[in-house]
């Protein structure tokens, strides 16, 4: 799968500071847009997995 291009994040305000993602190679990658040389690259069941784990509020108690 050819890389595809940087996806913003509809929640970001109008300057750089937003996350962006994009699909590489059958993996997702993402990356915050005033630091896109940090990318950090993970599975799309990963990914999910970590989506439901926040909506869940399995990670409210670090905040």
């Not at 996350?19 to 997702?28: F, H, K, N, Y």
């Not at 915050?32 to 909506?55: C, F, M, N, W, Y």
Request: net charge negative.
């Amino acid at each position: 799968m050819p890389k595809t291009e940087w996806q913003k994040s509809s929640y970001s305000a109008a300057n750089n500071e937003c996350v962006e993602v994009r699909a590489v190679d059958g993996l997702v990658e993402l990356r915050e847009s005033d630091e896109g040389h940090v990318i950090l690259r993970t599975t799309p069941a990963a990914l999910a997995a970590l989506l439901q784990g926040i909506k869940a509020g399995e990670f409210d108690h670090h905040a």
